[in-house]
Structure formats: structure tokens, C-alpha cells
């Protein structure tokens, strides 16, 4: 009696979706950028602590950069003359993140109302909703700021 065994492997499927920042006052996006998420269900809080995950992983590889000599090529000065801002690397370290801390900061900054998020121009206001991806959806996140003397 021969006996086959068969394993299916779970595919998983990328998702991508834009993420854009902006400052109100400004005419332009802050940044414009895709961003990788795993597929399934997902909720406000979760894509928020992915982002913020993402972003302090980029910081800490940043910092393992910095002191080092950097000197930017022709093509990333060019790049960064078009965007009108040419800068250097830090050159101290910064302090130490927690991944955690920054995502509960994140959260608390939202339920405080200190940023907006919207998904394809529908304002989320629950961190526990459901939230439906495209392929080509756009999370915007609208940072407010206060007035002077306001």
C-alpha cells in the first residue's frame, strides 16, 4: 500500500497600499509611499502599529549609520535639490526606541485627536473597526497642529 502525502503551503498574498502624510497648511503631501501589509482582515490599530513598527525599524537603521562619513552621489544630490532639501546624517546617536512604546504613543496621539486618518477619503474614527484594502487603497494620515495663540 503506497501513501502519499500532500502539504498544501498557505499562500501568502502581498498587499500594498499608499500611505500619505500631510501637515494641514501645506499644498503638497509631506510623503507619498507604498507600504507592504500582510493580507487579512485588518483594523485601524493594527495598520497603525504596523506603520509605526515599520518607521522605527528605518530609524534604528538610521542609527546604526550615523557618525559614519556620508557623502551623497550625484543622483541623490540631484534628488534631493528637486525635493528642495539637501541634509546630512545625524551625527550622535539618538536614544533608544521601543517599537511598542511608539505604537501605544501613536494610539494615545489618535484617541487624543492630534491626527486624522482616512482610507481611500473615508475618515476612520475607530481603532477597532474594520477596515477594507484595495490593491491600490490610500491611507492618509492628517496631522493637525495648533494655532498660534489659539
Do not use: C, W
Request: negative net charge; charged residues 25%.
Amino acid at each position: 500500500m503506497n501513501s502519499i502525502t500532500v502539504v498544501i503551503q498557505p499562500t501568502v498574498r502581498e498587499v500594498f497600499m499608499i500611505v500619505e502624510t500631510k501637515l494641514v497648511g501645506r499644498r503638497t503631501p509631506f510623503e507619498r509611499r507604498p507600504v507592504e501589509l500582510p493580507d487579512g482582515p485588518h483594523t485601524l490599530r493594527g495598520l497603525l502599529t504596523r506603520l509605526v513598527e515599520i518607521e522605527v525599524a528605518a530609524y534604528q537603521e538610521r542609527q546604526d549609520t550615523v557618525g559614519l562619513l556620508r557623502i551623497l552621489t550625484e543622483p541623490e544630490l540631484q534628488d534631493a535639490a528637486a525635493t528642495g532639501r539637501i541634509g546630512v546624517a545625524p551625527q550622535e546617536r539618538g536614544g533608544a526606541v521601543s517599537a511598542e512604546e511608539a505604537a501605544r504613543t501613536a494610539l494615545t496621539a489618535f484617541g487624543d485627536g492630534l491626527y486624522y486618518v482616512f482610507v481611500d477619503e473615508r475618515q476612520l474614527t475607530a481603532l477597532d473597526e474594520p477596515v477594507t484594502l484595495s490593491p491600490d487603497s490610500t491611507l492618509l494620515l492628517l496631522r493637525l497642529s495648533a494655532l498660534a495663540g489659539g
